[in-house]
């Protein structure tokens, strides 16, 4: 169920947080991820909030005119979360940036790759969720240091490549502190 159609000339693409409550059809409760988002958004005083991904192995008419690097702004409504601050006081920043990363994952991933995120996968998996009912992965991690970026996507696309399930899938970095993300279809060792 892709959310918007986009031209693929557009840029940057605009996504609003608020749409994660469109996935709920899909089995998930992804509105739980829209709080911590904006919080953690808003807590870099950018609004909307830029990010740069660099996709690799993405199919993607969104991606036809470009070298693989686009800009999304991830928006939201202010009436959404008045006080999303307060969400500091109560969650750990780690979870925070966490279940953030989670968010603008599940928009990309929607909207890029043109996947629905079916249910979260076992501890163990090597991946956090199931795509299109079972048939991909997603593996999602986030960081505040941009130093890790590079080494944290190396990282997932080998745990995601060793996967029990046999499955291929996508890979999904965010570093919010600078602003990046690297997103990437990876193979399966023995698949």
């Known amino acids: 169920m892709p959310i918007e159609k986009f031209n693929a000339s557009a840029s940057p693409l605009r996504y609003f947080v608020e749409r994660l409550r469109e996935m709920n059809s ?4 992804a509105t739980f991820f829209i709080n911590p988002a904006i919080a953690l958004m808003d ?3 950018h609004k909307p909030f830029p990010c740069t991904v660099m996709c690799e192995n993405i199919v993607s008419d969104v991606l036809r005119d470009t070298n693989g690097e686009i800009t ?4 939201w409504h202010a009436e959404t979360f008045p006080e999303c601050q307060r969400i500091f006081r109560t969650l750990q920043r780690e979870a925070i940036v966490e279940y953030a990363a989670i968010a603008v994952a599940f928009l990309i991933v929607n909207n890029l790759a ?5 249910e979260v996968t076992l501890r163990g998996g ?3 969720y199931f795509l299109d009912g079972r048939k991909y992965l997603l593996e999602i ?3 505040e ?6 080494s944290r996507h190396a990282e997932k696309a080998r745990q995601l490549r060793a996967n029990p399930f046999k499955k291929n ?3 999904f970095v965010c570093c919010f502190s600078n602003q990046k993300a690297r997103f990437s279809f990876q193979h399966c060792m023995s698949a």
């Open 26 to 29: 899909a089995g998930i409760w």
């Open 43 to 45: 807590s870099y005083r």
């Open 72 to 75: 999304v702004e991830f928006d």
């Open 114 to 118: 043109q996947r629905n995120i079916t």
């Open 126 to 128: 090597k991946a956090d």
């Open 141 to 143: 991690s986030g960081t």
């Open 145 to 150: 240091n941009a130093e890790q970026l590079a």
């Open 169 to 171: 899938g996508y890979v």
